[in-house]
C-alpha cells in the first residue's frame, strides 16, 4: 500500500498563479522528498525536507512539513507551462544501518495552462 | 556522469517469454533500486541493494522476479516467465546513500507483454 497520498490528484492553474499539492503519510519518517515527473520520463528530485525541519525553500519551491498532522505541501509560486507535470511526494522510513527507503504516493499530475 | 542508464528503454514480449532489464547506476552510488510504475499501483519498490547486496525484496511480487547485482556498475532484474500483468514501466534508481539523500532515476524501461 502506499505511505503518501497526495491531494488532489489533478490540479489545473494558469501561468503565474500559485500551484499548492498536499501529501499525508501514515507511519514515522526521517524524511520526506518531492520528485517531478515528466510524461514518459524518470522522476527527478526536487527537494528533501528532514523530520525535524518545518519548512524550506528552493528557487520558486517551497514545502512544509508537519510531523505531527503527519502532512507535507509542496508550494510552486508563480508557475510555468513548463512546470506541467506530475508531483510525487516520497516518505523516507530508511535506517541509518540499512539506507534509504523511499515509499511514494501516487502524485498529483499538475497542468499549467499559459 | 550520464545519469542512471537503463536498457531497453522498451521491450515488447510475449507472454512466457523471458525478460530482462538492465541499469548501470551513477559511479560511486552505494544504493540501487528497482521500481515498478503502473496506473492502478503507482510506484512499488520492488528490490534494493547496498553495496552489491540485496537488503529488502519484499516488494518483489512472485518467484518470478528475481534481480541481481554482480557488480558496482551493473543490475538485471530478469521476469521468467512473464506475464500480461507484468506490463508496466521499470525504474532504476541509485543513490549515494546512507539514509537521506535523494535518489537519481533512470529513464525507466516500458514493458509490454502480449
Known sequence: SQQGEEDPQALSIQE????TMNCSYKTSINNLQWYRQNSGRGLVHLILIRSNEREKHSGRLRVTLDTSKKSSSLLITA?????TASYFCATDTGRETSGSRLTFGEGTQLTVNP | DAGVIQSPRHEVTEMGQEVTLRCKPISGHDYLFWYRQ????????????????PIDDSGMPEDRFSAKMPNASFSTLKIQPSEPRDSAVYFCASSLGPWGTEAFFGQGTRLTVV
Do not use: K, Q
Not at chain 1, 503565474?16 to 500551484?19: I, L, M
Not at chain 2, 503502473?38 to 547486496?53: C, D, H, K
Open chain 1, 16 to 19: 503565474g498563479e500559485n500551484a
Open chain 1, 79 to 83: 508557475s510555468r507551462a513548463a512546470d
Open chain 2, 38 to 53: 503502473t496506473m492502478m499501483r503507482g510506484l512499488e519498490l520492488l528490490i534494493y541493494f547496498n553495496n552489491n547486496v
